[in-house]
């Protein structure tokens, strides 16, 4: 099976096509690494929660618009892989700042047990 690699994150409105060049650009990289699949969601219809919600998980402030992420990969060991060529490339900086508030961002890494 896969192994996938989830994000949850806050975007200012403002930031969205920034934003969208910026997670294209990016996802080039991570395909041309290894990763088999790039998806960014911008948010549509994200409820507030009465215990615990999207919004509240990345602290989202008034303008923000929660981005449901995931990356997909032959397995775990080509995201560690693609982790560590990704940071030292140069292409990767050159994409710039991200534009939004990272330390916000939650993510983790998933083993699949049911696919359809």
Not at 77 to 106: Q, Y
């Amino acid at each position: 099976m896969s192994y996938v690699e989830g994000f949850v994150l806050a975007v200012p409105a403002a930031n969205q096509e920034i934003f969208r060049q910026h997670a294209a650009a990016a996802a080039a990289l991570f395909k041309e690494f290894g990763a088999t699949r790039v998806v960014e969601c911008w948010g549509d219809d994200v409820p507030d929660g009465k215990t615990t919600d999207f919004r509240r998980a990345v602290k989202a402030e008034d303008g923000e618009i929660v981005v449901f992420s995931w990356v997909e990969y032959p397995d775990r060991e080509t995201r560690n892989a693609l982790h560590e060529r990704m940071m030292s490339d140069p292409r990767m900086k050159a994409i710039g700042e991200m534009p939004f508030d990272g330390r916000r961002m939650i993510f983790g890494g998933f083993v699949p047990i049911v696919e359809a």
